[in-house]
Each structure stands twice: as C-alpha cells, then as structure tokens.
C-alpha cells in the first residue's frame, strides 16, 4: 500500500513538473551560442566572444583601441585625419560602451545622431544621390578655419493614446531642421535622422547565411499575414557588386568591412582605402589635396574585427514566469513574424568561432513598412521611404544599465520598449493593435520578456 501511494505522488509530482515545463529552448539563454558573455554588469556590451583564441582576442583588443581612439586633425603624431567636416571624433562618442546613443533634445548636442541626405533619383535601386554641397550626409562639426556643411533645430510634438482598459501613454514625435547650410537645400532634399545602434553580435549576424534571410521574403504577402518583408540589395564598394544589405538602419551595407570603412569616413572624416576621397571633396571644405589615406588598411580591419567579434551577453529573467508569459503574448501575436527568433550561423565565415552557432537575434533582417508616422521619405537602395530594416532585439534591455537611457527607434524617439512597441505602423499595425488590447499584466510580462533578450 506504501508502495502504490508512493508512487501515485511520483506521478502526480512528474504530471505537475510536465504542466510548468519551461517554454523555452536550453540554449536561448545564451543568445549568441558559445560567443556569449556571461556576466550582466555596464560592461556588458564591451566583452569579446567568449569562443575566441589568444590570437584572435589579441586582434579584438588591437581593433578596440581604435575605436577609442579620438581622432585630431592633421599634421599629428596619432590618430590624425579628423575632418575637415564630422559628426563625431571617435566612434565610441556615437557608440557609448558599444550601446545605443540617447535621444538628443538640443542640436548642439547630437550625441550619435546623423543625418543622411540625398536628392530623388530616377533608379534609386543604384542608391543615394548625394545633395550638392552636402554630400551624402549631413556634417554638423568641422576644424578650426572650415566651416561645419550647418546647425541642426530640434523640436518635439506630444500626443496622448488610449490602451482598451483607459490608461494612457503618450508619444513624442521629434522634427528636424538643418539651418545655416553653406549650400543651398534643394526644395526636393530628403532627409534621414538615423540614432547609432549597439555594436554587440554584429559578426553573428554577419554569419548568417544569405539562404535564410531571403528565404524569408514575401514582398507580395502571399500568406496574407500582412506581413510582406524583403531584402535590401547594396552595392558594396569592397567588391563592386550589388549584395544582400544586412547593417544600417536600412540594412544599407552589406558587410562590417565597409559599413566600418563609411562610418570613419562620413562620421569622422578619415579617409581609406574603400573611401579614399574626404567627405568634402568637391565641396566649399575641400582642402584640394589627394592624401593618402588616413587609416592604413591593416588598422581599418582591425577595426572591423573588433565590431565583428563583440560578445552578446546572456538572457536575463530566463524561465522566469512573468517572462515566459511574455514570450507566449509575443509569439501569439505575431511579432516573431519581423523579429525571427533564432537561426544557425554557417560555415563560410573566416573566423571560425563564429561558424556553426545557434543564436537568438529575434530579427530577420529584412527591410518592412512600418507606416507612416516613422516615415523617413528617404529610399536607400531597394528600401522606400517608410521602410526599415528589423532590428535585432538581443541586448535590448540592457540599455539603462549599460547607457543610462532606454531611446530606441531610429531617431531615439521612443522612451521605453511599450512606447517603441505602440510607434508601430504599417505591417506591423495589427499587432501593435493586440499591444493596446492587453491589460496592463500582460503589457508588463511582454515589456518584460522584451527587455529580458
């Protein structure tokens, strides 16, 4: 008889354990498979992959130093080449910790906001035609005795929204205006504000093959999910073809080497072997001269390689009930349709600790209208004016801790993840409408699984 009654506890004990079973994979808490940094702490975003050799941990920290680097202008005995017109000195000015910058509410402080402007073109599948007199984007800064391409006037609008149970929220929407330009704005110039993006995993994505991205088009909505993303094709100036864009807010290049390579050059002025041209050439800033470039190609892919083979760090509130339940509210309605949750990287990379990985980036990387309210009106290759790529979610909830601000969107504009969430337009608009039809728990555990990845 003890025996039987023992036993029927033993089941109903498994039977119980069966029902609260975890919904989630093992491996998701290690977002970046065995890249991953296990620690949480304000350093988080700065760890190196957790797979590497000597070799190449040796490398990352070589490619560190220069994106610490503060640049100065020429002649120097370090680091020179600043400007002569630029957003910014160093890279990690724009990419505090490697996180996400804040939202600015002044122009004199733009933090790592830039803007990229360009004029319509009759194919703008070839890409951006630069504004005369401005280039391609907007330099707010320049050296002593060149004069800055302008000043930027920011101003905010508020509007108060509804959830289905009466609370309220409001949404802050910035607008821009470039003044004092030294070249006449063209009455057809568009304009892109374009916040920088943390800089963890980015080698992961890179790893990703071009298979499983573009699997996942559906440029006509053929399923009717209303969701309908596609892939941007980039002309990548490092091999002169037009390839799969992954990186920008646009997915606007194709791999880190050259979005490395336009960053330094557009954002601070160093010219290189990919943009051997200053940022001023042709305009009233140019100086005239043909140098040589300001970064030598070995120190330029060191510094690739540091944004390549930056660690992500592990989940946060992992099986976590408040979580989980988010994750069910998240996959229930739909928001893993833009934000794939998970994929195994390849074996082509040249860096072998990136091959082979099971990672958890909950995006697809594909360019999707997201209404009209973050419309920018700016194309940038096969993306139109209300598209933006997904980006990925992973590291997301870390920004306070590692930055002290929660901005995101492209622009910086949502305050937290709900706001960002209730910014949602376009093919993601019914979701953003089951957002508002939650009751306040059931934000919370979503806001909460969000900020977990």
Request: glycine share 10%; net charge negative; aromatic share 10%.
């Amino acid at each position: 008889m003890k025996k039987l009654f023992y036993i029927s506890i033993l089941t109903l004990c498994l039977s119980c354990g069966k029902d609260k079973q975890s919904i989630n994979e093992a491996s998701e808490e290690f977002p970046g498979g065995a890249t991953t940094y296990n620690n949480i702490f304000s350093g988080s975003f700065e760890q190196p992959s957790n797979n590497m050799n000597a070799a190449e941990v040796a490398l990352h920290l070589e490619g560190d130093a220069h994106f610490e680097a503060m640049f100065v202008g020429s002649p120097a005995v370090r680091n020179q080449g600043l400007g002569p017109i630029f957003n910014h000195a160093s890279c990690a000015l724009c990419h505090p910790k490697n996180g996400k910058s804040a939202q600015p509410f002044s122009g004199s402080d733009l933090k790592g906001l830039l803007f990229r402007v360009s004029i319509p073109s009759a194919d703008e599948s070839q890409g951006p035609t630069p504004v005369p007199g401005l280039g391609g984007q907007f330099q707010q800064r320049s050296l002593v005795g060149t004069t800055a391409e302008g000043s930027v006037n920011i101003t905010f609008t508020e509007t108060t929204h509804y959830f289905a149970d009466g609370t309220t929220y409001t949404l802050r929407k910035p607008h821009y205006t470039l003044t004092s330009t030294t070249a006449t704005i063209p009455a057809n110039m568009m304009v892109s504000p374009r916040i920088a993006q943390q800089v963890i995993g980015l080698g992961l994505l890179e790893a990703i093959s071009e298979a499983d991205i573009t699997a996942q088009q559906d440029i006509s909505d053929f399923n009717g999910d209303g969701i309908s993303g596609k892939a941007n094709k980039v002309f990548n100036p490092v091999s002169g073809l037009f390839e799969l864009g992954r990186f920008g807010w646009k997915a606007n290049n194709a791999t880190l080497l050259e979005q490395t390579a336009g960053a330094i050059h557009q954002d601070i002025g160093i010219t290189n072997f990919v943009f051997p041209k200053e940022a001023a050439y042709g305009q009233i800033q140019d100086d005239g001269m043909d140098d040589e470039p300001e970064i030598d190609s070995i120190s330029l892919v060191k510094l690739a390689f540091y944004t390549q083979s930056l660690a992500v760090p592990k989940r946060r509130y992992f099986n976590d009930k408040d979580a989980d339940n988010g994750k069910e509210i998240f996959f229930r309605i739909g928001c893993n349709k833009c934000h794939t949750q998970k994929y195994i990287t390849g074996n082509t990379s040249p860096f072998a600790f990136l091959n082979n990985q099971t990672i958890y980036p909950y995006t697809d990387l594909l360019l999707h209208d997201m209404g009209s309210e973050l419309a920018d009106g700016r194309p940038d290759f096969l993306a139109n004016g209300n598209e933006w790529r997904t980006p990925p979610l992973w590291g997301i909830g870390l920004s306070e801790l590692v930055n002290g601000h929660t901005s995101l969107l492209h622009d910086g504009r949502a305050r937290n993840i709900l706001e960002a969430i209730m910014w949602h337009g376009g093919e993601a608009e019914n979701q953003k409408t089951e957002v508002a039809k939650l009751s306040k728990k059931e934000r919370d555990d979503l806001v909460k699984f969000v900020s977990s990845l």
